[in-house]
């Protein structure tokens, strides 16, 4: 399973960036993708999941803000997260739900 997040970089507060994940090695269409987190000095959360039949969650922190979606045929996610704040500034990871593999992620990096 390989897993190449982009998307990420610096920007300022009120903000958008829309992060990608391209996904290979497994059956994407069959599998739920989870898009997750990690401050520095945190542990990682989950913020966003797209499931295998287009069903979204959203943890509380960042829903009404951030919007999940997957491109089957590009065999890629994405997270577009707009209205940032810098308690986004984390590293993002997505990750098929049952294969415990962890690509290198993308830093978004949100200024005040």
């Known amino acids: 399973v390989q897993l190449q997040a982009s998307g990420g970089g610096l920007v300022q507060a009120g903000g958008s960036l829309r992060l990608s994940c391209v996904v290979s090695?497994?059956?994407?269409?069959?599998?739920?993708m989870d898009w997750y987190r990690q401050a520095p000095g945190s542990q990682r959360e989950l913020v966003a999941t797209?499931?295998?039949?287009?069903?979204?969650w959203y943890a509380d922190s960042v829903k009404g803000r951030f919007t999940a979606s997957r491109a089957v045929t590009k065999r890629t996610v994405y997270l577009q997260m707009d209205n940032l704040k810098p308690e986004d500034t984390a590293t993002y990871y997505c990750?098929?739900?049952?294969?415990?593999?962890w690509g290198q992620g993308t830093l978004v990096t949100v200024s005040s």
């Open positions: 090695g497994i059956l994407f269409s069959a599998n739920t």
């Open positions: 797209v499931t295998n039949s287009d069903r979204l």
């Open positions: 990750r098929p739900r049952r294969h415990n593999v």
